[in-house]
């Protein structure tokens, strides 16, 4: 085993958004930078140097995410802003079951925003501008420039991630599994994804199944193992499941880089358990509070809309 370097770094690239909750209880909503972000920020906390790459707008949802990235220290060196770029938003409503997804103005009723993603020659780019030390790379949407970085990362012995919400594109889904060394994604948003990860057996893959716990398999030299099941971790007072699967992925991610072998770490059934079960456990704290940072959420009484 390796011995842990003081500050280990993570390099990402996918959607960065304005989320807006609505917890429906009288107050302001909640605002907050949100998409890939929310995993940073929880391994930023630890001690991680995170480095996101983004496209978001010159817009007033814009300002208020880069505001929120410098409170939290983050490097927004490659969050780029463009004044032809509109900033995605998210609003996220309390309901007594956890939260829905809403995409359109509840004022005027128009779309939020959609995500636009990097050129791909950004992605180029940022291949050798990263610091040589880089050992994670995060990716969450399926797109032409974090593919290109995500295959020169893994020609450096980086760990890939991918964490899909759905399929867009299938020849870039496609694309996106082969680089892929861990792969989450909810059961909720699974449809397809199988007959890809069947195929090419990307060596760690989880899908999170909410209050159901989670399945898991892993591949190794291409050989793919029976799904393993593990139950859900108690959660003691439950509020909202936002946020819930970005404590679990940055809790894995940390534990992976902390054993320091990822391929040794596949074989041993017990500890790779440990690592999953330890996130399964932070993904149930967080569910005791409102929002997707469990008592560090940031509140404003700011409208988005207006």
Not at 75 to 84: A, F, H, M, P, S
Request: hydrophobic share 35%; aromatic share 10%.
């Amino acid at each position: 085993m390796k011995s842990v370097q003081t500050n280990p770094v993570i390099a990402a690239m996918g959607l960065i958004c304005l989320d807006v909750y609505n917890a429906n209880d009288g107050r302001p909503p909640i605002l907050s930078s949100g998409g890939c972000v929310n995993t940073l920020i929880i391994l930023r906390e630890r001690g991680w140097e995170v480095i996101p790459a983004a496209l978001i707008g010159s817009d007033r949802a814009g300002s208020y995410v880069m505001k929120d990235l410098h409170s939290w220290n983050i490097d927004t060196r490659y969050v780029i802003q463009k004044e032809d770029v509109s900033t995605p938003i998210y609003q996220l409503v309390h309901t007594d079951n956890g939260h829905t997804y809403r995409k359109h103005c509840p004022e005027c009723r128009n779309p939020f925003p959609a995500y636009t993603p990097l050129a791909p020659l950004d992605g180029l780019s940022l291949a050798n501008l990263l610091p040589k030390s880089t050992s994670f790379y995060y990716f969450d949407k399926a797109a032409p420039a974090a593919i290109l970085l995500a295959r020169h990362l893994k020609e450096r012995g980086v760990i890939i991630v991918f964490e899909p919400n759905r399929i867009e594109d299938e020849f870039l889904f496609f694309e996106s599994v082969t680089t892929a060394d861990v792969m989450k994604y909810s059961s909720e948003r699974r449809t397809g994804i199988h007959s890809f990860t069947d195929h090419k057996k990307p060596p760690l893959e989880i899908e999170t199944a909410g209050s159901e716990g989670l399945n898991y398999r892993v591949s190794i030299n291409k050989r793919q193992s029976e799904w393993r099941t593990l139950p859900p971790a108690p959660v003691s007072d439950f509020k909202d499941a936002a946020g819930g699967g970005d404590w679990l992925t940055a809790s894995l991610i940390d534990s992976i880089y902390q054993h320091g072998d990822f391929r040794a770490l596949l074989r041993d059934r017990e500890q790779l358990e440990n690592a999953l079960i330890a996130g399964q456990k932070e993904s149930a704290y967080n569910c005791a509070f409102i929002g997707a940072r469990g008592i560090d959420v940031c509140e404003s009484s700011c409208a988005v809309w207006g």
